[in-house]
């Protein structure tokens, strides 16, 4: 089994419109690249997110659930 790899993000502000002709300001993760693909994250693949205190879980998925 390969080891760990602890990775460092920002947070990012990301700017939405608005109809009312003002933003709001939510905060964005982005993940790309190719380590996702080599840790089992393809693209076309579904996702289950969880959050617990602090923690967000991402699971891939080869299937769609359904219920």
């Known amino acids: 089994m390969k080891q760990s790899v602890k ?8 700017h939405i419109a608005r109809s009312y002709h003002q933003y709001v300001i939510f905060p964005e993760i982005r993940l790309c690249g ?3 693909q080599e840790i089992g994250f393809n ?3 579904f ?3 969880e959050h617990q205190q ?3 879980i991402i699971t891939t998925n080869n299937e ?4």
């Open 64 to 67: 769609i659930e359904t219920k």
């Open 54 to 56: 602090n923690k967000i």
């Open 43 to 45: 693209y076309g693949n």
């Open 7 to 14: 990775r460092r993000l920002k947070i990012q502000p990301r």
């Open 34 to 36: 190719k380590w996702l």
């Open 47 to 49: 996702v289950t997110i």
